[in-house]
């Protein structure tokens, strides 16, 4: 389990920190950075109150008492519904495991928020990665994963998992920038971060049991297979 959950989460941990200091003391002059703090001028001249008003609501979708609240109620959901701890345990550990990454980069790597007007309030620092986004895409795309887990005939159903999966998440990510919150590269990273923690965790918890099950599943014999075996003497 070591090697399947501490391993690579360690391991994405010390990249975000790494691309935290690249962007912070390497590339904060380039133009790159400076391209990055363009696309949150861009949002800040067009907002209006009707899109303030909606990215307040997307935004909130995230907000740390939701996803907490969301996540405990699922996590009894999950074990109500399916009889066994693993889709409990692969949400939670998706969530916790992002946001202890984002934690772990915000106190080595302080970025400073886009130098726009910020809808929201919020530390002066710690702009990367997208708390916001990486949570999102934790919880909401984990949530679309068990459900295609225990819904992979039905197709019809999977896409409808995905398309409010990664609807969401995306909307989230826009609402942050939109309310200069997050630079676009913060918003990125937070959703490949929480991309890998949800592949972390169901690599070792969804993926391999479901595996096993299905290898110990009786397999159906044909008529052909199904004679016995004479016996020789």
């Given at each position: 389990m ?6 690579p ?10 691309v935290?200091l690249l962007?912070t ?6 133009t ?6 363009g696309v949150?001028e ?16 997307v935004?909130?979708?995230?907000d740390t ?7 405990a ?10 009889r066994r701890?693993?889709?409990s345990?692969?949400?939670a ?9 984002f934690?772990l980069a ?16 919020a ?35 999977n896409?409808l ?6 609807g ?15 630079h ?7 959703f490949?971060l929480?991309?890998v ?8 918890l969804l993926f391999?049991p479901?595996?096993r ?6 397999r ?14």
């Amino acid at each position: 389990m070591t090697r399947l959950i501490l391993v690579p989460l360690a391991i994405m941990a010390a990249l975000t920190i790494g691309v935290g200091l690249l962007i912070t003391k390497i590339l904060q002059t380039t133009t790159l950075v400076a391209n990055d703090q363009g696309v949150n001028e861009q949002l800040a001249q067009g907002r209006t109150a009707y899109w303030s008003s909606i990215t307040d609501v997307v935004s909130g979708l995230s907000d740390t008492p939701v996803i907490i609240t969301a996540t405990a109620l699922l996590v009894i959901g999950f074990r109500l519904v399916f009889r066994r701890w693993n889709e409990s345990i692969f949400l939670a550990l998706a969530v916790f495991s992002q946001s202890a990454i984002f934690l772990l980069a915000t106190v080595f790597a302080q970025r400073k928020r886009p130098a726009v007007e910020h809808l929201d309030p919020a530390p002066p620092t710690s702009s990367f990665p997208s708390g916001h986004t990486s949570a999102a895409v934790a919880f909401y795309c984990g949530v679309a994963l068990v459900l295609t887990v225990h819904t992979h005939r039905y197709k019809i159903l999977n896409v409808l998992w995905w398309l409010v999966g990664l609807g969401i998440p995306l909307g989230i990510g826009y609402s942050r920038m939109y309310r200069g919150m997050h630079h676009l590269s913060d918003v990125s990273w937070g959703f490949l971060l929480g991309l890998v923690c949800i592949a972390v965790a169901a690599n070792a918890l969804l993926f391999r049991p479901v595996v096993r099950e299905r290898e110990k599943a009786p397999r159906p014999r044909g008529d052909a297979r199904s004679y016995p075996e004479s016996a020789e003497g």
